[in-house]
Structure formats: structure tokens, C-alpha cells
């Protein structure tokens, strides 16, 4: 079984940052893609930022120039630094992890949630 711990949320003023980080664990024995993605109260959630296992990356176009999302493969854990934050950011933000463990070639696996809040 696998399992994603994040993070690193809380309340930020705008402006401010935040780094947050989501650590896998269990029978893994790959991860295809990394991704964070964020619900705010009543849209849809909406992807932020995914990694592939090759290192390309992909952001939503709300947060270009403002978020890095990146791996440590040794703790496979992935982190999301966001800078320059706005009040548009604050929601809950959820890592998704596509990975093969020892009993699935492909498996989704989600993190619980973190709350990431912005406000003065």
C-alpha cells in the first residue's frame, strides 16, 4: 500500500511564500508522475504542477513565474515552493502520484489534503 504525507500549508499573507511537500511511502517500485493540484470551494479542482519520472514539468497557466515543482528521488518526496502568492491561491492543495508498486503496474494514489490559505 502506498501512501502520500503532505505537508508544509498554513496562512501566508499575499505576497508571501510557502513550500509544500508530500513524502511517499510503501511498495513502490517506480513513480511515472508527481503533480499537485488544488480545490478551492466550489470549482473544480485544477491541476498546479506535475513532474514526469523524466524531470519535464507542466504548470497551470494562474501560476507560471510564481511556482517550482520539484522531486528529491532519494526521499521520494515532492515539493511545490510557491512565491508570490495571492489570495486566488488559497485552497486545498492535494499531491497525486502515479507509481508501480509491487502489486499494481499503475496505480493513482492521493495525498489527504493540506490547506493553503492566503490572507492579510
Known amino acids: 500500500q502506498v501512501q502520500l504525507v503532505e505537508s508544509g500549508g498554513g496562512l501566508v499573507q499575499p505576497g508571501g511564500s510557502l513550500r509544500l511537500s508530500c513524502a511517499a511511502s510503501?511498495?513502490?517500485?517506480?513513480?511515472?508522475?508527481m503533480g499537485w493540484f488544488r480545490q478551492a470551494p466550489g470549482p473544480q479542482r485544477e491541476l498546479v504542477a506535475s513532474?514526469?519520472?523524466?524531470?519535464?514539468?507542466n504548470y497551470a497557466d494562474s501560476v507560471k513565474g510564481r511556482v517550482t515543482i520539484s522531486v528529491d528521488n532519494a526521499k521520494n518526496t515532492v515539493y511545490l515552493q510557491m512565491n508570490s502568492l495571492k489570495a486566488d491561491d488559497t485552497a486545498v492543495h492535494s499531491c497525486?502520484?502515479?507509481?508501480?508498486?509491487?502489486?499494481?503496474?499503475?496505480?493513482?494514489?492521493w495525498g489527504q489534503g493540506i490547506l493553503v490559505t492566503i490572507s492579510s
Open positions: 513532474i514526469s519520472s523524466g524531470g519535464s514539468t
Open positions: 497525486n502520484e502515479a507509481v508501480r508498486t509491487t502489486t499494481y503496474w499503475y496505480i493513482e494514489v
Open positions: 510503501g511498495n513502490i517500485l517506480n513513480i511515472y508522475q
